[in-house]
């Protein structure tokens, strides 16, 4: 097994033999024997191993996207994602982009680099209708602490589940016009690249806020820098991370954006060894590992 860190090695089971691959240089040893995979969390180079795991069964990785590395895999190699694990951090991200954008946080830390006491009176949270749009473990995530801040949520899924007041995405024609922000937590697959396009930033009022923590894909990026600020966005992923240097995103009116950063802080450690070490157990014992993707 290769886990991706030393406490994961020290936490595993009695009866595997452990190695520890960070993502940094070449991992120790006859590669051909490894069974099990966990990657390390956010070195996209680590699947350069696979190829050489040439007894390779399972793969855990620690994001909950998995679209990047299924297509990698050879036939029969079972692929897990870490769903569940980024929920706080990344819904906290979303909460942090919103708050920042209502209240023009990056503006007044600009002025005060600047030296500027330029006083404003601005948007707020309070009073806005949020819609969700992925309402997994990111969006009930999101949801949960969009509600004490007094917005009403309106929920978005693949497909409507009236029982649990969840809209279907057909839907979304109808619910931009009363949207004063729209929050993308949906996974990277073809139906959902593009699924916010010219057509329905332009169903859009004026001034909304669009935020999106899922994948970048998700946004027709050109767009909605086309929308020359009408529509505001705070964004953690984008079409192209990072943008090319020449890349119209770095200057766009009303668009600021974190580099993909909302599934990686503290909160995602103990979460992430406390999983690991429960697929290290189930692995040992030969019992069905949690999170299966395919
Ligand atoms: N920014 C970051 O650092 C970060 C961190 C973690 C994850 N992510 C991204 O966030 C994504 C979501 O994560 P999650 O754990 O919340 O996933 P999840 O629990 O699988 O939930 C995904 C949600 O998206 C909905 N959905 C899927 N296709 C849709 C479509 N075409 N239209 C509308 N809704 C659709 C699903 O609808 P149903 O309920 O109807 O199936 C579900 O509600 C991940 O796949 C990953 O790409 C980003």
Same mark, same amino acid.
């Given at each position: 097994?290769?886990?991706?860190?030393?406490?994961?090695?020290?936490?595993?089971?009695? %009866?595997?033999?452990?190695?520890?691959?960070?993502?940094?240089?070449?991992?120790?040893?006859?590669?051909?024997?490894?069974?099990?995979?966990?990657?390390?969390?956010?070195?996209?180079?680590?699947?350069?191993?696979?190829?050489?795991?040439?007894?390779?069964?399972?793969?855990?990785?620690?994001?909950?996207?998995?679209?990047?590395?299924?297509?990698?895999?050879?036939?029969?190699?079972?692929?897990?994602?870490?769903?569940?694990?980024?929920?706080?951090?990344?819904?906290?991200?979303?909460?942090?982009?919103?708050?920042?954008?209502?209240?023009?946080?990056?503006?007044?830390?600009?002025?005060?680099?600047?030296?500027?006491?330029?006083?404003?009176?601005?948007?707020?949270?309070?009073?806005?209708?949020?819609?969700?749009?992925?309402?997994?473990?990111?969006?009930?995530? @999101?949801?949960?602490?969009?509600?004490?801040?007094?917005?009403?949520?309106?929920?978005?899924?693949?497909?409507?589940?009236?029982?649990?007041?969840?809209?279907?995405?057909?839907?979304?024609?109808?619910?931009?016009?009363?949207?004063?922000?729209?929050?993308?937590?949906?996974?990277?697959?073809?139906?959902?690249?593009?699924?916010?396009?010219?057509?329905? @930033?332009?169903?859009?009022?004026?001034?909304?806020? @669009?935020?999106?923590?899922?994948?970048?894909?998700?946004?027709?990026?050109?767009?909605?820098?086309?929308?020359?600020?009408?529509?505001?966005?705070?964004?953690?992923?984008?079409?192209?991370?990072?943008?090319?240097?020449?890349?119209?995103?770095?200057?766009?009116?009303?668009?600021?954006?974190?580099?993909?950063? %909302?599934?990686?802080?503290?909160?995602?450690?103990?979460?992430?060894?406390?999983?690991?070490?429960?697929?290290?157990?189930?692995?040992?014992?030969?019992?069905?590992?949690?999170?299966?993707?395919?």
């Amino acid at each position: 097994v290769l886990v991706p860190t030393e406490q994961d090695r020290r936490a595993a089971p009695a %009866g595997l033999r452990v190695d520890v691959y960070t993502g940094d240089g070449d991992p120790a040893g006859d590669l051909g024997d490894v069974t099990f995979y966990v990657l390390p969390y956010a070195r996209p180079d680590a699947v350069q191993l696979l190829p050489g795991l040439t007894g390779l069964r399972a793969v855990q990785l620690l994001t909950a996207g998995y679209e990047a590395v299924q297509p990698l895999l050879p036939a029969g190699v079972a692929l897990h994602n870490a769903a569940g694990l980024h929920d706080a951090s990344t819904a906290e991200m979303a909460m942090a982009l919103i708050l920042a954008a209502q209240r023009e946080v990056p503006r007044w830390a600009l002025n005060q680099r600047d030296g500027a006491w330029q006083r404003d009176f601005t948007r707020s949270l309070a009073g806005s209708r949020v819609l969700v749009v992925g309402y997994g473990g990111i969006g009930k995530a @999101l949801e949960a602490r969009l509600l004490p801040f007094e917005v009403e949520v309106v929920r978005v899924a693949s497909r409507a589940r009236p029982e649990e007041r969840i809209h279907g995405v057909d839907e979304l024609p109808a619910l931009l016009p009363g949207a004063d922000i729209v929050a993308l937590a949906v996974p990277e697959t073809p139906a959902t690249r593009g699924l916010i396009g010219g057509r329905e @930033l332009a169903l859009m009022p004026d001034d909304a806020l @669009l935020v999106n923590v899922g994948r970048g894909s998700a946004v027709d990026q050109a767009a909605l820098l086309a929308e020359g600020g009408r529509i505001r966005a705070a964004l953690d992923v984008l079409r192209d991370e990072p943008p090319g240097p020449n890349d119209p995103v770095w200057t766009a009116p009303g668009v600021f954006f974190s580099p993909h950063i %909302g599934g990686g802080s503290a909160t995602f450690v103990p979460r992430s060894r406390k999983f690991i070490a429960e697929q290290l157990r189930r692995w040992a014992a030969g019992e069905a590992l949690l999170n299966r993707v395919s």
